[in-house]
Nanobody, 131 residues
Framework: QVQLVESGGGLVQPGGSLRLSCAAS????????IGWFRQAPGKEREGVSC????????YYADFVKGRFTIFTDIAKNTVYLQMNNLKPEDTAVYYC????????????????????????WGQGTRVTVSS
């Protein structure tokens, strides 16, 4: 069974850190674009960061640049999102998604290459940033 399982969410104070994990089963991250997306209450889902398992290239949304880092552990078939200096506006459910990479990485983070109709999605993990 092909699936992605996220973990690592929780409650953290502003300025704190969390590391999210996305573990794949039933397939391996060979030539995949893997992305983290988030959806805050009352808002549309947005791309946060993506990584290419082919060449390790990364993409970050402007609102997380310098604070979040995406990286992979191929041996564990897992993608991570290290989130530092968290802000209340980072509060959301974070989703991991993956698809075979056939286009530029930003295409997947923009919601076209990875969407409700394309790619494998996890169930989400909730991040709450609050004092």
């Amino acid at each position: 069974q092909v699936q992605l399982v996220e973990s690592g969410g929780g409650l953290v104070q502003p300025g704190g850190s969390l590391r999210l994990s996305c573990a794949a089963s039933g397939f391996t991250f060979d030539y995949y674009a893997i992305g983290w997306f988030r959806q805050a209450p009352g808002k549309e889902r947005e791309g946060v960061s993506c990584i290419s398992s082919n060449d390790g290239s990364t993409y970050y949304a402007d609102f997380v640049k310098g604070r979040f880092t995406i990286f992979t552990d191929i041996a564990k078939n897992t993608v991570y999102l290290q989130m530092n200096n968290l802000k209340p506006e980072d509060t959301a459910v974070y989703y991991c998604a993956a698809a075979r990479q056939l286009a530029a990485l930003h295409y997947y983070c923009s919601g076209y290459g990875l969407s409700d109709h394309h790619g494998t999605w996890g169930q989400g993990t909730r991040v709450t940033v609050s004092s």
